[in-house]
Protein backbone atom coordinates (compact mmCIF):
# COMPACT_ATOMS: atom_id res chain seq x y z
CA UNK A 1 0.00 0.00 0.00
CA UNK A 2 1.30 3.25 -0.89
CA UNK A 3 2.16 5.81 1.86
CA UNK A 4 -0.46 8.32 0.34
CA UNK A 5 -3.29 5.58 0.28
CA UNK A 6 -2.49 4.33 3.67
CA UNK A 7 -2.71 7.93 5.34
CA UNK A 8 -6.09 8.57 3.51
CA UNK A 9 -7.27 5.36 5.00
CA UNK A 10 -6.09 5.89 7.94
CA UNK A 11 -7.56 9.25 8.07
CA UNK A 12 -10.79 7.76 7.10
CA UNK A 13 -10.99 5.53 10.14
CA UNK A 14 -10.19 7.62 12.41
CA UNK A 15 -12.64 10.34 11.47
CA UNK A 16 -14.92 7.70 11.31
CA UNK A 17 -13.72 5.92 15.07
CA UNK A 18 -14.62 10.22 16.00
CA UNK A 19 -17.49 9.77 14.63
CA UNK A 20 -19.12 6.38 15.93
CA UNK A 21 -17.45 7.72 19.47
CA UNK A 22 -18.94 11.14 19.69
CA UNK A 23 -22.12 9.97 18.21
CA UNK A 24 -23.46 8.88 21.98
CA UNK A 25 -22.41 12.12 23.06
CA UNK A 26 -24.42 14.21 20.75
CA UNK A 27 -27.44 11.90 20.95
CA UNK A 28 -27.32 12.34 24.70
CA UNK A 29 -27.14 15.92 24.68
CA UNK A 30 -29.68 16.07 22.11
CA UNK A 31 -32.31 13.86 23.65
CA UNK A 32 -35.64 15.41 24.63
CA UNK A 33 -37.99 14.41 28.12
CA UNK A 34 -41.38 14.66 29.00
CA UNK A 35 -42.44 14.74 32.93
CA UNK A 36 -45.19 15.16 34.49
CA UNK A 37 -45.13 17.29 37.93
CA UNK A 38 -48.41 17.12 40.26
CA UNK A 39 -49.10 19.28 42.89
CA UNK A 40 -50.67 19.39 46.91
CA UNK A 41 -52.53 23.05 45.74
CA UNK A 42 -55.40 23.84 44.07
CA UNK A 43 -55.86 25.47 40.54
CA UNK A 44 -54.95 29.00 40.07
CA UNK A 45 -53.52 29.24 43.72
CA UNK A 46 -51.17 32.44 43.66
CA UNK A 47 -47.50 31.01 44.89
CA UNK A 48 -48.73 27.33 45.23
CA UNK A 49 -49.65 27.02 41.79
CA UNK A 50 -49.27 29.88 39.57
CA UNK A 51 -47.85 33.21 39.57
CA UNK A 52 -43.90 34.21 40.19
CA UNK A 53 -41.51 31.92 41.56
CA UNK A 54 -44.35 29.13 41.46
CA UNK A 55 -44.42 25.40 39.94
CA UNK A 56 -46.63 26.40 37.17
CA UNK A 57 -43.34 29.33 36.38
CA UNK A 58 -41.05 26.52 37.44
CA UNK A 59 -41.64 24.03 34.69
CA UNK A 60 -41.66 27.44 31.99
CA UNK A 61 -38.04 28.22 33.48
CA UNK A 62 -37.24 24.74 32.65
CA UNK A 63 -37.95 24.37 29.43
CA UNK A 64 -37.16 27.76 27.98
CA UNK A 65 -33.43 26.85 29.85
CA UNK A 66 -33.36 23.66 28.28
CA UNK A 67 -34.71 24.93 24.81
CA UNK A 68 -37.33 22.63 25.16
CA UNK A 69 -35.39 19.37 25.99
CA UNK A 70 -37.25 19.37 29.04
CA UNK A 71 -41.00 19.66 29.29
CA UNK A 72 -43.00 19.36 32.13
CA UNK A 73 -46.27 19.09 32.19
CA UNK A 74 -48.34 20.84 35.58
CA UNK A 75 -51.15 19.08 37.14
CA UNK A 76 -52.66 21.17 40.14
CA UNK A 77 -54.52 19.40 42.80
CA UNK A 78 -57.23 16.87 41.82
CA UNK A 79 -56.38 17.28 37.90
CA UNK A 80 -54.73 13.78 37.90
CA UNK A 81 -54.66 13.02 41.39
CA UNK A 82 -55.53 14.13 44.97
CA UNK A 83 -54.05 16.95 46.98
CA UNK A 84 -51.47 14.69 49.04
CA UNK A 85 -51.00 11.33 47.23
CA UNK A 86 -47.94 13.22 45.45
CA UNK A 87 -45.51 11.47 47.69
CA UNK A 88 -46.43 7.82 46.50
CA UNK A 89 -47.53 8.71 42.67
CA UNK A 90 -43.72 9.76 42.36
CA UNK A 91 -42.37 7.06 44.15
CA UNK A 92 -44.82 4.61 42.05
CA UNK A 93 -43.07 6.18 38.88
CA UNK A 94 -46.94 7.32 37.82
CA UNK A 95 -45.60 11.05 37.80
CA UNK A 96 -41.55 12.16 37.55
CA UNK A 97 -42.64 14.86 40.11
CA UNK A 98 -44.37 16.60 42.69
CA UNK A 99 -44.78 19.99 44.28
CA UNK A 100 -46.16 19.71 48.11
CA UNK A 101 -44.59 20.79 51.43
CA UNK A 102 -42.19 17.56 52.98
CA UNK A 103 -44.40 17.80 56.23
CA UNK A 104 -47.11 16.48 54.54
CA UNK A 105 -45.23 13.02 54.55
CA UNK A 106 -44.61 13.18 58.13
CA UNK A 107 -46.74 10.02 58.46
CA UNK A 108 -44.38 8.39 56.80
CA UNK A 109 -40.67 9.92 58.05
CA UNK A 110 -41.35 12.61 60.61
CA UNK A 111 -37.84 13.74 59.91
CA UNK A 112 -38.45 15.31 56.52
CA UNK A 113 -40.55 18.12 58.42
CA UNK A 114 -37.35 19.23 59.10
CA UNK A 115 -37.10 20.27 55.26
CA UNK A 116 -40.17 22.36 55.78
CA UNK A 117 -39.71 24.28 58.90
CA UNK A 118 -38.92 23.86 62.52
CA UNK A 119 -41.10 26.00 65.24
CA UNK A 120 -38.11 28.28 66.71
CA UNK A 121 -35.94 26.89 64.01
CA UNK A 122 -34.65 28.85 61.36
CA UNK A 123 -35.93 31.74 58.99
CA UNK A 124 -35.39 32.38 55.32
CA UNK A 125 -32.02 33.06 55.04
CA UNK A 126 -31.15 30.47 57.83
CA UNK A 127 -32.60 27.46 56.54
CA UNK A 128 -31.23 28.64 52.48
CA UNK A 129 -27.62 29.18 54.21
CA UNK A 130 -28.66 25.41 56.40
CA UNK A 131 -29.78 23.95 53.23
CA UNK A 132 -27.26 24.85 50.65
CA UNK A 133 -24.06 25.46 52.51
CA UNK A 134 -24.82 23.57 55.90
CA UNK A 135 -25.26 19.60 54.96
CA UNK A 136 -29.24 19.96 55.12
CA UNK A 137 -29.44 19.23 51.37
CA UNK A 138 -27.19 16.41 51.84
CA UNK A 139 -29.09 15.21 54.38
CA UNK A 140 -32.53 15.28 52.48
CA UNK A 141 -31.18 13.46 49.60
CA UNK A 142 -29.72 10.88 52.32
CA UNK A 143 -33.07 10.29 53.65
CA UNK A 144 -35.14 10.17 50.67
CA UNK A 145 -32.61 8.02 48.44
CA UNK A 146 -33.59 4.87 49.95
CA UNK A 147 -36.81 5.49 48.98
CA UNK A 148 -36.33 6.10 45.36
CA UNK A 149 -36.53 10.13 45.29
CA UNK A 150 -34.28 12.61 45.72
CA UNK A 151 -35.80 16.55 46.29
CA UNK A 152 -34.45 20.15 46.27
CA UNK A 153 -36.16 23.51 47.35
CA UNK A 154 -38.46 25.18 45.05
CA UNK A 155 -39.65 28.05 46.61
CA UNK A 156 -40.14 29.80 50.30
CA UNK A 157 -43.24 31.76 51.83
CA UNK A 158 -40.64 33.33 54.74
CA UNK A 159 -42.16 33.57 57.91
CA UNK A 160 -45.77 32.56 58.09
CA UNK A 161 -48.24 34.56 60.66
CA UNK A 162 -49.38 32.64 64.28
CA UNK A 163 -53.18 32.72 63.05
CA UNK A 164 -56.67 33.81 63.22
CA UNK A 165 -58.54 33.82 66.13
CA UNK A 166 -62.50 34.21 66.52
CA UNK A 167 -61.75 35.35 70.37
CA UNK A 168 -58.20 37.26 71.67
CA UNK A 169 -55.03 35.40 73.37
CA UNK A 170 -54.53 36.92 76.73
CA UNK A 171 -52.41 33.87 78.27
CA UNK A 172 -51.11 29.95 77.92
CA UNK A 173 -55.04 29.06 79.46
CA UNK A 174 -56.79 30.41 76.46
CA UNK A 175 -55.62 27.19 74.03
CA UNK A 176 -57.68 24.49 76.41
CA UNK A 177 -60.14 23.01 74.19
CA UNK A 178 -59.36 25.39 71.37
CA UNK A 179 -59.88 23.85 68.17
CA UNK A 180 -57.76 25.07 65.41
CA UNK A 181 -56.69 24.12 62.47
CA UNK A 182 -52.69 24.06 61.97
CA UNK A 183 -50.45 21.23 60.78
CA UNK A 184 -46.92 19.98 61.01
CA UNK A 185 -45.25 19.97 64.24
CA UNK A 186 -46.51 22.77 65.89
CA UNK A 187 -49.90 20.80 65.93
CA UNK A 188 -47.69 18.37 68.35
CA UNK A 189 -46.89 21.78 70.22
CA UNK A 190 -50.49 23.06 70.49
CA UNK A 191 -52.26 19.21 71.53
CA UNK A 192 -49.58 19.55 74.84
CA UNK A 193 -51.47 23.14 75.68
CA UNK A 194 -55.00 21.27 75.11
CA UNK A 195 -55.50 22.16 71.70
CA UNK A 196 -58.20 20.02 69.28
CA UNK A 197 -56.29 19.82 66.29
CA UNK A 198 -57.42 19.71 62.99
CA UNK A 199 -56.24 19.09 59.60
CA UNK A 200 -57.77 20.62 57.10
CA UNK A 201 -56.84 21.65 52.80
CA UNK A 202 -56.59 25.28 52.20
CA UNK A 203 -59.92 25.65 50.81
CA UNK A 204 -61.76 24.19 53.76
CA UNK A 205 -60.60 26.52 56.60
CA UNK A 206 -63.09 29.74 56.13
CA UNK A 207 -66.53 27.65 55.98
CA UNK A 208 -65.06 25.68 59.06
CA UNK A 209 -64.08 29.17 60.47
CA UNK A 210 -67.10 30.84 59.65
CA UNK A 211 -69.49 28.05 61.34
CA UNK A 212 -67.42 27.42 64.36
CA UNK A 213 -66.79 24.03 63.67
CA UNK A 214 -63.02 25.68 64.47
CA UNK A 215 -62.08 28.44 66.68
CA UNK A 216 -59.02 29.32 64.89
CA UNK A 217 -56.93 28.36 62.13
CA UNK A 218 -53.41 28.88 60.83
CA UNK A 219 -52.46 28.95 56.97
CA UNK A 220 -49.82 31.52 55.73
CA UNK A 221 -49.63 35.17 56.15
CA UNK A 222 -51.28 38.31 54.84
CA UNK A 223 -51.90 38.13 51.01
CA UNK A 224 -52.80 34.07 51.11
CA UNK A 225 -54.84 34.72 54.09
CA UNK A 226 -56.86 37.64 52.71
CA UNK A 227 -57.29 35.59 49.29
CA UNK A 228 -59.17 32.55 51.03
CA UNK A 229 -61.73 35.60 53.17
CA UNK A 230 -60.16 34.74 56.82
CA UNK A 231 -60.39 38.15 57.95
CA UNK A 232 -64.50 37.63 57.39
CA UNK A 233 -64.62 34.67 59.69
CA UNK A 234 -62.17 35.75 62.57
CA UNK A 235 -61.02 39.05 63.43
CA UNK A 236 -58.18 38.22 65.74
CA UNK A 237 -54.52 38.32 63.76
CA UNK A 238 -51.27 36.85 65.83
CA UNK A 239 -47.96 36.71 65.29
CA UNK A 240 -44.53 35.90 66.01
CA UNK A 241 -43.89 33.31 63.15
CA UNK A 242 -42.93 30.89 66.25
CA UNK A 243 -44.27 27.64 64.21
CA UNK A 244 -42.93 28.64 60.64
CA UNK A 245 -40.32 31.30 60.66
CA UNK A 246 -39.62 29.77 56.97
CA UNK A 247 -41.87 27.35 55.23
CA UNK A 248 -40.31 25.31 52.03
CA UNK A 249 -41.61 24.40 49.21
CA UNK A 250 -40.60 20.48 47.97
CA UNK A 251 -39.51 19.65 44.42
CA UNK A 252 -40.11 15.78 44.96
CA UNK A 253 -38.33 14.02 41.30
CA UNK A 254 -38.13 10.22 40.99
CA UNK A 255 -34.29 9.24 41.40
CA UNK A 256 -34.87 6.86 38.56
CA UNK A 257 -35.98 9.86 36.31
CA UNK A 258 -33.49 12.37 37.72
CA UNK A 259 -30.81 9.98 37.00
CA UNK A 260 -32.00 9.75 33.57
CA UNK A 261 -31.60 13.43 32.86
CA UNK A 262 -28.25 14.41 31.56
CA UNK A 263 -26.05 16.39 33.71
CA UNK A 264 -26.75 19.72 32.05
CA UNK A 265 -30.47 19.07 32.40
CA UNK A 266 -29.89 17.74 36.15
CA UNK A 267 -28.32 21.35 36.48
CA UNK A 268 -31.11 23.20 34.60
CA UNK A 269 -33.58 21.86 37.22
CA UNK A 270 -31.43 22.58 39.80
CA UNK A 271 -31.01 26.07 38.88
CA UNK A 272 -34.72 26.73 37.75
CA UNK A 273 -35.97 25.37 41.38
CA UNK A 274 -33.25 27.34 43.44
CA UNK A 275 -34.16 30.91 41.41
CA UNK A 276 -37.93 29.65 41.79
CA UNK A 277 -37.17 29.60 45.77
CA UNK A 278 -35.56 33.19 45.87
CA UNK A 279 -38.19 34.62 43.24
CA UNK A 280 -41.55 33.16 45.79
CA UNK A 281 -40.04 34.56 48.64
CA UNK A 282 -39.50 38.20 47.33
CA UNK A 283 -42.98 37.78 45.81
CA UNK A 284 -44.51 36.98 49.03
CA UNK A 285 -42.88 40.03 50.98
CA UNK A 286 -43.16 42.24 48.60
CA UNK A 287 -46.98 41.51 48.85
CA UNK A 288 -47.82 41.01 52.45
CA UNK A 289 -46.87 44.64 53.63
CA UNK A 290 -49.75 45.98 51.41
CA UNK A 291 -51.92 42.85 52.22
CA UNK A 292 -51.72 43.48 56.12
CA UNK A 293 -52.23 47.09 55.50
CA UNK A 294 -55.35 46.80 54.00
CA UNK A 295 -56.67 43.90 56.79
CA UNK A 296 -56.05 46.17 59.41
CA UNK A 297 -57.46 49.72 57.51
CA UNK A 298 -60.19 47.93 55.59
CA UNK A 299 -61.49 44.97 57.16
CA UNK A 300 -61.47 45.68 61.65
CA UNK A 301 -58.62 43.29 61.73
CA UNK A 302 -56.78 43.29 65.08
CA UNK A 303 -52.95 42.52 63.90
CA UNK A 304 -50.91 41.40 67.79
CA UNK A 305 -48.01 39.96 69.05
CA UNK A 306 -48.99 36.66 71.30
CA UNK A 307 -47.99 37.56 74.88
CA UNK A 308 -44.75 36.66 75.81
CA UNK A 309 -45.60 34.24 78.17
CA UNK A 310 -47.56 32.15 75.67
CA UNK A 311 -44.39 32.52 73.36
CA UNK A 312 -42.38 31.14 76.44
CA UNK A 313 -44.33 28.38 77.16
CA UNK A 314 -44.75 27.06 73.37
CA UNK A 315 -40.85 27.29 73.21
CA UNK A 316 -40.69 25.07 76.38
CA UNK A 317 -42.80 22.47 74.63
CA UNK A 318 -41.32 22.54 70.95
CA UNK A 319 -37.86 21.42 72.60
CA UNK A 320 -39.05 18.90 74.20
CA UNK A 321 -41.55 17.47 72.15
CA UNK A 322 -38.81 17.18 69.04
CA UNK A 323 -35.94 15.70 71.30
CA UNK A 324 -38.70 13.17 72.15
CA UNK A 325 -39.43 12.42 68.78
CA UNK A 326 -35.64 12.48 67.88
CA UNK A 327 -34.86 9.77 70.12
CA UNK A 328 -37.23 7.34 68.95
CA UNK A 329 -36.30 7.12 65.33
CA UNK A 330 -31.83 7.72 64.25
CA UNK A 331 -32.83 8.93 61.28
CA UNK A 332 -34.81 11.76 62.51
CA UNK A 333 -32.09 12.27 65.36
CA UNK A 334 -29.16 12.39 62.83
CA UNK A 335 -31.51 15.09 60.97
CA UNK A 336 -32.21 16.90 64.35
CA UNK A 337 -28.91 16.80 65.49
CA UNK A 338 -27.42 18.65 62.19
CA UNK A 339 -30.41 20.78 62.20
CA UNK A 340 -30.08 22.38 65.98
CA UNK A 341 -26.34 22.29 65.63
CA UNK A 342 -26.42 25.03 62.72
CA UNK A 343 -29.16 27.27 64.04
CA UNK A 344 -27.01 27.54 67.33
CA UNK A 345 -24.29 28.59 65.16
CA UNK A 346 -26.41 30.82 62.89
CA UNK A 347 -27.88 32.15 65.76
CA UNK A 348 -25.05 33.23 67.44
CA UNK A 349 -24.10 35.14 64.24
CA UNK A 350 -28.01 36.37 63.35
CA UNK A 351 -27.89 37.90 67.11
CA UNK A 352 -24.91 40.03 66.28
CA UNK A 353 -26.01 41.23 62.78
CA UNK A 354 -29.63 41.19 62.07
CA UNK A 355 -31.14 41.67 64.97
CA UNK A 356 -29.32 44.33 66.31
CA UNK A 357 -29.81 46.08 63.03
CA UNK A 358 -34.00 45.39 63.41
CA UNK A 359 -33.77 46.24 66.96
CA UNK A 360 -32.04 49.88 65.62
CA UNK A 361 -35.32 50.66 63.88
CA UNK A 362 -37.37 50.68 66.56
Known amino acids: MKRRDFLKAAGVTSASTAAVVAAPAIARAQSSFSFKMTNAYPPGA ?115 MTGWFRNPIKSVDDFKGLKMRIPGLAGKVYKELGVDVKLLPGGEIFPALERGVIDAAEFVGPFQDRRLGLQNAAKYYYTTGWHEPSNVTELLISLKAWESLPPDLQQIVKTAAMACNLESYAWSEANNADALEDLVKNHGVKADVLPPDVVTKLREITFKVLDEEAAKDPRTKKVHDAFMAFRAKHRSWSNLSEKPYHDSLE
Open 46 to 160: PFYTVGPGSPTDFCKKVETMSGGRLKIQHFAAGELIPALEGFDAVQAGTVEMNAANAYFWAGKLFAAQYFTTVPFGLNFSGVNAWLYHGGGLELWHELYKPLGLIAFPMGNTGLQ
